[in-house]
């Protein structure tokens, strides 16, 4: 089992930033490539990044792509996700996500965070 935590959203005008966090425990960290998706109200799980077990290899999705970077600390059990020039419609609940580090880079995660608001306003 994986437990993951996310933490560092909130209310942030456009063109502000937020760091996301996504804690991890349990199993060890780094068998696990990590993601970061997104649920906007009415709108279908979007995937927003992805990470490999060692940090070397990321994807962004081209609607973030250019504002947004994933990183992770296999020392401290933790993912990030950096987000700046932050837009309305990025406006969402985002989730951390883990899958065995083997699936990277079509993850199928097998654990999911609870998932942490972002509201940007206009």
């Known amino acids: 089992q994986v437990q993951l935590v996310e933490s560092g959203g909130g209310l942030v005008q456009a063109g502000g930033s937020l760091r996301l966090s996504c804690a991890a425990s349990?199993?060890?960290?780094?068998?696990?490539?990590m993601g970061w998706f997104r649920q906007a109200p009415g709108k279908e799980r979007e995937l927003v990044a992805t990470?490999?077990?060692?940090?070397?290899?990321?994807y962004i999705a081209d609607s973030v792509k250019g504002r947004f970077t994933i990183s992770r600390d296999n020392a401290k059990n933790t993912v990030y996700l950096q987000m700046n020039r932050l837009k309305p419609e990025d406006t969402a609940v985002y989730y951390c996500?883990?899958?065995?580090?083997?699936?990277?880079?079509?993850?199928?995660?097998?654990?999911w965070g609870q998932g942490t608001q972002v509201s940007v306003s206009s």
């Open positions: 996500a883990a899958a065995p580090k083997i699936q990277y880079p079509e993850l199928r995660p097998d654990y």
């Open positions: 349990g199993r060890t960290f780094s068998s696990y490539a």
């Open positions: 990470i490999s077990w060692s940090g070397t290899n990321t």
